[in-house]
């Protein structure tokens, strides 16, 4: 029996069969919950499912659209009839394959579909696994969500229209399920997600964004999820209602600071 800080919970990650969501899992497991790895890919959550059994956890594999209200259903169902609770919901899943990226571009040429697509995925999909889990979260007057956005949902880019505009409406998400259920026990929470690559980028793309971050080097799915796993657990039993930003600074310095620091540079000078 484990005594990690999620010992007895269930916890279920969306999107979990790869990528961020994944590492979560697997972070949430080594900390003791009991993990269903949802995703639309069901291959997928079955070879994540595969190894956290393999490791010693119990784990359970569900292939749920998170867009369609009647899957999230039998999703919870399925949760509640195996573990008979629920603790956590990391609202993970969002639809990011390369088709989908060429679509949703800058507003004048965005592809309908994939606006269409985005916000039923990213954010349907979040509102939807929400309504769901709560009333079984409400069983044990307890429970964390999470809701994964994204620096794109703060800032303006030049493209990812509908992927910026989901992750702007799921920052509201928290404040809404702090403030209809935070006295029934219920904790919401976002986590504005900076760049964690999981795949190699280019390195001119890798330079600039890491000149942009206020640490040594960007972001890993290890540090995105030891941030998930503070907010499932009881170490952050008073924060709620928030979005809470892990980006390595990213998004915290003025517009001007890297050229700035280049021409300090070119200057002679130095303290930045
Ligand atoms: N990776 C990053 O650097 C980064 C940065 C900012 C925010 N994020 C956020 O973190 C989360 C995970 O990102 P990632 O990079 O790991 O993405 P990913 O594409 O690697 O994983 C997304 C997962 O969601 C699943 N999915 C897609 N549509 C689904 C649906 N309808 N129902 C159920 N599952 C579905 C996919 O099959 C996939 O397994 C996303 O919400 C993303 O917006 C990631």
């Known amino acids: 029996m484990s005594t990690g800080k999620l010992a007895g919970r269930v916890a279920v990650v969306t999107g979990s ?61 399925e949760v509640k009839a195996r573990f008979g609770r629920l603790d956590v919901l990391h609202n993970n899943a969002a639809v990011l394959g390369a088709e989908q990226r060429n679509r949703d571009r800058d ?32 069983e044990q007057g307890k429970g964390s969500i999470i809701f994964a956005t994204s620096g794109l ?20 998400l928290p404040k809404l399920v702090a403030a209809q259920y935070g006295k029934r026990g219920i904790r919401g929470n976002a986590i504005q997600i900076g760049l964690a690559p999981q795949h190699p980028l280019p390195e001119a793309l890798l330079d600039i964004m890491r000149d942009n971050h206020c640490t040594p080097e960007l972001g890993t799915p290890r540090q995105i999820a030891d941030v998930v796993a503070f907010l499932a657990s009881d ?7 928030t979005t809470l930003v892990a980006d390595g600074g990213f998004s915290s310095h003025t517009p001007s600071l890297v050229a700035m620091r280049a021409l300090f540079e070119k200057l002679g000078r130095s303290g930045l």
């Not at 369609?68 to 259903?73: I, N, P, R, T, W």
């Not at 703060?154 to 509908?162: C, K, R, V, W």
């Open 235 to 241: 170490e952050s039993a008073f924060v709620t209602g």
């Open 153 to 172: 949902g703060m800032q303006g880019d030049m493209s990812l229209t509908g992927y910026a505009t989901s992750k702007a409406a799921l920052m509201m």
């Open 107 to 138: 507003l004048a040429n965005l592809d309908m579909q994939a606006w269409d697509r985005a916000i039923a995925v990213n954010l349907r999909g979040a509102v939807l696994c929400t309504k769901h889990a709560i009333p079984l979260m409400l």
């Open 17 to 77: 069969g790869n990528g961020l969501g994944a590492e979560c899992a697997r972070v949430l497991a080594e900390l003791g919950a009991r993990v269903v790895v949802v995703d639309i890919d069901g291959e997928a959550a079955a070879t994540v499912t595969d190894a956290l059994v393999a490791s010693g956890a119990q784990a359970m594999a569900v292939c749920t659209d998170v867009s369609s209200e009647d899957a999230v259903q039998a999703m919870i169902a």
